[in-house]
């Protein structure tokens, strides 16, 4: 069974200033992906990036990076230059290997961006 | 393209009473889900369709059942709403081959479920 382990349940941030919110994982399958996604108030869900268990390199998206550390199984997503429209639920979610590569969640992390 | 679309938006049921939510995506993906969120949490997954054909539960699927109508469509069902069903239920399509970012999930807006 996978879990996904977000332990920040609220994060504030001085908007311009850098932020990371964390995830911890624990899979048994060799291989597997790492997703971020973005839920604002609206409510609709926004992929914002992605790791895969065998990529060398930390992902990057513009002001995204995920900081992937395999032999600690954490998938941390870092937004720099924080801006007022990240104000926002934020969800690390993992895939298996499985036919459909359906997504296990963790329980989200609420960050505001504070003017 | 409208992506993933999902219909109602709102619905509000009455203890027993059953409905059916629609969800239908145009990107051609292999693999379709639907996920509840409750308050303060994250998703989960009640129901996916690898393939066109087939159909497995997922972590929380009691109360629920589901059709792959085709590729294209994906329906779950309420048989008896119950309070306990009172949610937000997301659908989202993949298409779910190889790894890579293209795998990401695209969702819909979501339908607003109230059981009363």
């Known amino acids: 069974a996978q879990k996904i382990t977000q332990t920040q349940p609220g994060m504030f941030v001085q908007e311009k200033e850098a932020v990371t919110l964390d995830c911890t994982y624990d899979t048994s399958d060799p291989s597997y992906g790492l997703f971020w996604y973005k839920q604002p108030s609206s409510g609709e869900m926004i992929f914002l990036i992605y790791?895969?268990?065998?990529?060398?390199q930390n992902a990057t998206e513009g002001r995204y990076s995920l900081n992937f550390q395999k032999a600690r199984k954490s998938a941390n997503l870092v937004i720099s230059a924080s801006q007022l429209g990240d104000s926002a639920m934020y969800f690390c979610?993992?895939?298996?290997?499985?036919?459909?590569?359906?997504?296990?969640f963790g329980s989200g992390t609420q960050l505001t961006v504070l003017p | 393209n409208a992506g993933v679309t999902q219909t109602p938006k709102f619905q509000v049921l009455k203890t027993g009473q059953s409905m059916t939510l629609q969800c239908a995506q145009d990107m051609n993906h292999n693999s379709m889900y639907w996920y509840r969120q409750d308050p303060g949490m994250g998703l989960r997954l009640i129901y996916y369709s690898a393939s066109e054909g087939t159909t497995d539960k997922g972590e929380v699927p009691n109360g629920y059942n589901v059709s792959r109508l085709n590729k294209r469509e994906f329906s779950l069902r309420l048989e008896s709403a119950a309070p306990s069903q009172t949610s937000v239920y997301f659908c989202?399509?993949?298409?779910?081959?190889?790894?890579?970012?293209?795998?990401?999930?695209?969702f819909g807006p979501g339908t607003r479920l109230t059981v009363l």
């Open positions: 989202a399509s993949s298409l779910a081959r190889g790894f890579g970012t293209y795998n990401e999930q695209f």
């Open positions: 790791q895969g268990s065998y990529d060398q």
């Open positions: 979610a993992m895939s298996n290997s499985g036919s459909a590569r359906q997504l296990t």
